[in-house]
């Protein structure tokens, strides 16, 4: 539920440009875990709040389009892959050569 609530606030920020705070924040139904989503979601300049009302957020400077909801939750990135890593140092390794 708590998924769902965050992924309907970030389609919100992609399609109207805006989110509804209350929304998202009422159904998290937990304030320290509202603090700390609103927290992580300021920190990382994905939103910032609007100077027309506290309820509404709007994209900040890092936001972009191609933002995850497992991003958004704060999951952090999966490691590069060590398949991926081999694969570059073979191709650097080959053009040596």
Not at 16 to 27: C, E, I, P, S
Request: glycine letters at 8%; one cysteine or more.
């Amino acid at each position: 539920m708590r998924t769902a609530a965050a992924a309907a606030f970030l389609e919100e920020l992609k399609s109207k440009r805006a989110g509804d705070l209350n929304g998202v924040l009422v159904t998290f139904n937990d304030g320290s875990l509202c603090r700390e989503a609103l927290s992580h979601w300021l920190l990382k300049q994905w939103i910032v709040i609007a100077p027309h009302s506290p309820l509404t957020a709007l994209p900040g400077p890092g936001f972009t389009r191609d933002l995850t909801v497992r991003q958004f939750c704060g999951e952090p990135a999966p490691p590069e892959s060590a398949v991926a890593l081999e694969e570059r140092e073979d191709k650097n390794g080959d053009e040596d050569s």
